[in-house]
């Protein structure tokens, strides 16, 4: 791999873990909150029954960051011998970032703009990455090491949707006029939407990389 190819490959895994920063500090802003048992603003919705929610920050603060590592081919050729204990690591807590997002869209009382369409592109975007990541896991058991992959890419993008989703919230701080229930939507959709565009780019390109015989 050329030394351009891989400046490419640690810029794009920077700004991947730049994108985990702001929604990771938030989740460990709200576990102090639940240790202190303060029930300021929303944070009380999570104290009757907290464990989701720890689950989801615990297993994001090791999904998020270690994740961005499986996008860089030169990372997956040195660390070869720890695939294995990688991939376990983020299937595992894959599964919690999910399925905890899952219950909590599903049962914590929903706060500020978070009306029926935010509720159903939540559950839509968990639902696709429940789904891509079993997927992944079938590919595996198969030995369709490509296809497993490009799964694991696909349930990363739309699992990591809250690090996008803070840029395109950016719009609704600076106009407040936009803000409610359809700016909020708007938001958080185009937070996956581009998390998805990427994410097949990215597929497309590496795709085109290994069928012309260089490293994927």
Avoid at 16 to 36: E, F, M, N
Avoid at 39 to 49: A, I, T, V
Avoid at 77 to 86: A, L, T, V, Y
């Amino acid at each position: 791999m050329g030394l351009e190819q891989r400046k490419y490959e640690w810029v794009g895994i920077g700004l991947l873990l730049s994108l985990s920063v702001i929604p990771l500090l938030a989740g460990i802003h709200r576990l102090w909150l639940i240790g202190i048992g303060s029930r300021l603003s929303e944070n009380s919705r999570f104290l009757n029954d907290p464990l989701p929610v720890i689950v989801h920050i615990v297993s994001f603060a090791v999904y998020g960051p270690l994740g961005t590592t499986q996008f860089s081919s030169s990372l997956r050729s040195r660390w070869r011998r720890h695939h294995r204990r990688i991939g376990t690591a983020l299937v595992t807590t894959g599964f919690g970032v999910i399925l905890s997002g899952l219950w909590m869209t599903q049962f914590y009382p929903r706060v500020g703009h978070d009306g029926p369409v935010v509720y159903r592109l939540r559950m839509l975007a968990g639902s696709g990455a429940l789904l891509f990541l079993a997927i992944a896991l079938i590919s595996l058991c198969r030995q369709k090491f490509e296809s497993h992959g490009r799964w694991m890419f696909r349930a990363y993008a739309l699992a990591m949707g809250a690090g996008t989703q803070v840029l395109t919230h950016i719009p609704l701080f600076l106009f407040p006029l936009l803000q409610g229930e359809c700016g909020r939507a708007i938001a958080m959709g185009s937070g996956w939407f581009l998390n998805c565009v990427l994410v097949e780019w990215f597929i497309h390109k590496n795709s085109k990389r290994s069928k012309a015989g260089g490293p994927s």
